[in-house]
């Protein structure tokens, strides 16, 4: 029987990729999204807003009872949320916060219990260079983002004793939908100019990170996250020098 993962925010962008990339190694997938999703032998697409605890749970119950078991989770799903700290309102906060930290908590409660039970599996939650790096409109969407480090490095010591590794990855600059119409002209070309790696990264490159660490490729490592950015963390990039 082939291994499964779940996914969130499947339908799309870094989610999409990693789909795909589980995919090509022969593995089932249960992709979570609130958008409709192609079905296949291996895919399970389900409908679930990852900050509703209730449809989290419905979804995962699908995935077990078409699948058996969850070998790996992939806390993806997240919305950006370009706002300055004082014009950001009440209901962006609320909703920033539910999706991003509410939905790795549901879905992280939802899927280790399985996990627990068999003695093995691996989370990974993607995070943001933004968890580290200040910006100048994202403040709100950067505090969702460190909250998922410190929750994953929690994780990894509650949970290492059942077997269960929990780690993040914190992608940099990606082409998705989330920041392709901001990755343009010359604000692309500045940003280019000061990676160290002088471009910006395609959504597989991220995917093949958080597969290797999902599929425990990269052993005995917990708690830890890994920034597949390019060297945006270790550059002189500054947000807000490049001109929204
Ligand atoms: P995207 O906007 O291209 O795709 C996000 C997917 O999540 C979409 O399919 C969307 O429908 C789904 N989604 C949104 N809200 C949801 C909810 N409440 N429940 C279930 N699914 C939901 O975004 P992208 O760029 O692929 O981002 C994926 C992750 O990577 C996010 O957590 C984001 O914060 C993170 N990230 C992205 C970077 C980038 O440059 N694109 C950089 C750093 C981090």
């Known amino acids: 029987m082939s291994k499964v993962v779940v996914v969130t925010g499947a339908a799309k962008g870094i989610g999409a990729a990693i789909v795909q990339r589980f995919l090509a190694d022969g593995w089932s997938v249960g992709a979570l999204d609130i958008c409709a999703q192609e079905g296949g032998d291996r895919v399970l697409p389900l409908i679930a807003d990852v900050s509703n605890r209730a449809e989290v749970d419905t979804a995962v119950d699908a995935v077990i009872a078409r699948f058996g078991q969850i070998d790996a989770l992939v806390n993806n799903a997240g919305i950006i949320l370009r706002a300055r700290v004082l014009d950001t309102t009440e209901e962006d906060f609320e909703r920033t916060w539910r999706v991003n930290v509410g939905g790795v908590f549901h879905c992280t409660q939802a899927v280790a219990p399985y996990m627990v039970a068999r003695g093995e599996g691996h989370i990974v939650n993607i995070s943001s260079g933004h968890a580290l790096i200040g910006g100048y409109d994202r403040a709100v969407y950067a505090m969702t983002k460190a909250a998922i480090e410190a929750f994953t490095r ?70 830890h996250v890994l920034r597949v950015d390019g060297g945006w963390s270790n550059s002189d990039v500054d947000y807000g020098q490049l001109g929204n």
């Open 154 to 223: 929690n994780c990894a010591r509650e949970l290492g004793g059942s077997g269960i590794l929990v780690n993040a990855v914190s992608p940099g600059f990606t082409y998705t939908e989330m920041s392709r119409e901001s990755l343009v002209g010359e604000r692309k070309a500045r940003v280019e100019k000061r990676l160290p790696i002088r471009r910006i990264a395609e959504a597989s490159e991220v995917a093949e990170s958080v597969f290797n660490l999902a599929t425990g490729k990269i052993p005995y490592m917990t708690g």
